[in-house]
């Protein structure tokens, strides 16, 4: 059985639509009730951004373990390593490594010093005006640079399963998907967001640890057995070793490591990550979160290896490619092959799930963002009050899902792995250096802030408008122009430098001087948690 489209008759196939479709309207039913209860607690600020940071620290990771292993994990890693062997294998070590410098840079301190999201950090010491817009800024940029991959992830997916191949019906797939997220939003808030993907968090991993199982029994639990068998299927030795997609030419060398970097940097950085921190209600419990997802998230990568190489030793890499989502096709092809129309109801509906609930955790995030930052804070000078702020990040929920689906029909197609690759080099090159040099320089000032912010977030986005991701190549969103100036992919190992170059001139070449009282407080609560908690409820 080789996949989908020759493995079975159409008297199956659309069997198996229905079933697959029953699937996910059991799991939306299931989690809409969820989502409707904990919306009855949505009182306050508080509430809708920070789950009235009620959540424990295991929840709490759990929750992180949801949001972070999006459809690029699933989909997109898996198709990786069972089309490119060894150099699919880096998503997953690349994401589980910065999983370490989000620990001991940022979760605890972020926590300490915060109170919704990324922008309180650095308007803690710096001018509020200037620092929080371009926070918001980059925070929707991010976002939605993240909300690509994952609405690209659910045309493919949905598009295997019903057999979608024309563009039309795939963009009425991710319509729908982006309907269901900004309904899930609007009416949750972040508690219901966070328990939808702790349930997914779960469905995903025990789908993902019974697959593996399964797969690793076909060899008799040897993994040598299912690495010779990959060589086998794929006629080729090179998807053991490192450089099939990566180490043909010196271009693609450096195209590796911006993309290490970019990972590696860029979890630290996600607005959508470090809001989750602030749903807990002491630091503590915030160490505790990272620690808990670190060994989740560890656990299910490790899981992508068996499942990326059991897909390419038991479907093969032509089969996946050809298939409807091409190479983000390959996990539930491997579902169908291992279980049947039933195995692969289940793991879609987990997938689907996967998309659904890092879908409205962006947009929660990039709502807040707006909403906290921009309106809150610089149009209305802090004088709106909670219920017309929550009124405006609901509105704003509306505005990104559509721009959300509009942005995920044109990047249809693309490796979701490899999109949100993009969102972490946006991320580390806009956020990560603001946020260490503010966390650990005393004399960082504003005006190195902004030139950091708005040079890392401009520099990535205008090198990955001019790479071979949007133009010059048959994979790119625009294939048939050419304007690719840029020969990598992914612009982190020039972005990134660079803003973290900015911060530092500009704050050097600043004659200004920020509140050293200001900067001393920062420094104490960050480090130990004094005076963190009455700020935060407050």
């Known amino acids: 059985m080789i996949g989908i489209a020759t493995a079975v008759d159409v008297a199956d196939l659309k069997e198996t639509t229905l079933l697959n479709m029953g699937i996910f309207?059991?799991?939306?039913?299931?989690?809409?009730v969820i989502v409707l209860r904990a919306s009855r607690n949505n009182k306050t600020a508080a509430d809708y951004y920070a789950a009235g940071r009620s959540f424990t620290g295991s929840q709490n990771g759990t929750a992180i373990a949801g949001d972070y292993l999006s459809a690029a994990s699933f989909l997109g890693i898996t198709g990786a390593i069972a089309v490119n062997g060894y150099d699919g294998f880096m998503y997953s070590i690349g994401f589980l490594v910065a999983w370490l410098v989000a620990l001991l840079l940022v979760a605890e301190l972020l926590r300490n010093t915060g109170k919704f999201t990324m922008a309180d950090v650095l308007s803690f010491r710096l001018k509020q005006r200037p620092v929080r817009i371009a926070a918001a800024i980059s925070t929707l940029a991010v976002c939605f640079f993240y909300l690509l991959a994952q609405m690209a992830g659910a045309g493919s997916l949905i598009s295997l399963l019903l057999g979608i191949s024309d563009w039309g019906g795939q963009a009425l797939v991710i319509i729908v998907v982006g309907a269901l997220m900004i309904m899930y939003v609007l009416i949750g808030g972040m508690k219901g967001t966070t328990w939808v993907q702790i349930i997914k968090a779960i469905l995903l991993i025990v789908g993902a640890g019974v697959m593996t199982l399964w797969v690793l029994a076909i060899y008799g639990f040897n993994l040598s057995s299912l690495l010779g068998a990959a060589v086998d299927t794929a006629g080729n030795p090179a998807v053991l070793n490192p450089g099939l997609q990566y180490g043909k030419t010196e271009t693609s060398k450096l195209d590796f490591m911006s993309l290490g970097l970019a990972l590696v940097l860029g979890t630290a950085a996600l607005p959508h990550v470090l809001m989750r921190f602030y749903t807990v209600?002491?630091?503590?419990?915030?160490?505790?979160?990272?620690?808990?997802?670190?060994?989740?998230?560890?656990?299910?990568y490790?899981?992508?290896?068996?499942?990326?190489?059991?897909?390419?030793?038991?479907?093969?890499a032509e089969t996946i490619k050809g298939a409807p989502g091409g190479v983000n096709s390959a996990?539930?092809?491997?579902?169908?092959?291992?279980g049947g129309p039933l195995l692969l109801g289940f793991i879609s509906a987990v997938a689907f799930a996967t998309i659904l609930a890092v879908v409205a955790g962006l947009t929660i995030t990039a709502a807040a963002s707006f909403a906290h930052d921009i309106y809150a804070s610089v149009i209305s000078k802090g004088k709106a009050d909670a219920d017309t702020e929550v009124k405006v990040a609901r509105r704003t929920v509306v505005v990104i899902g559509v721009m959300a689906i509009l942005g995920g029909i044109f990047a249809n197609g693309q490796n979701v792995a490899f999109l949100v690759a993009l969102a972490f080099a946006v991320a580390a090159s806009a956020n990560l250096p603001t946020i260490v040099y503010s966390l650990f320089w005393r004399r960082f000032t504003t005006q190195g802030a902004v030139w950091s912010m708005y040079g890392g977030l401009g520099s990535a986005i205008i090198l990955i408008a001019f790479s071979p991701v949007v133009s010059g190549a048959t994979t790119s969103m625009i294939p048939g122009a050419n304007f690719a100036l840029f020969p990598l992919s992914n612009p982190g190992i020039v972005s990134i430098p660079l803003a973290f170059l900015l911060g530092w001139l500009g704050t050097v070449l600043d004659k200004k001087r920020e509140d050293t009282a200001k900067q001393a407080e920062m420094e104490v609560r960050s480090l130990t948690g004094v005076g963190a908690e009455k700020a935060v409820d407050h």
Do not use: C, D, N, Q
């Not at 309207?25 to 809409?32: E, I, R, S």
């Not at 209600?281 to 620690?291: G, I, L, Q």
């Not at 996990?331 to 291992?338: D, E, Q, V």
């Open 25 to 32: 309207g059991l799991f939306v039913a299931v989690t809409m």
């Open 281 to 300: 209600p002491t630091a503590k419990e915030a160490r505790k979160s990272v620690v808990w997802s670190i060994w989740l998230i560890g656990l299910f």
């Open 302 to 316: 490790l899981f992508t290896l068996v499942l990326g190489y059991g897909a390419a030793a038991l479907v093969g």
């Open 331 to 338: 996990a539930p092809l491997l579902a169908f092959h291992l």
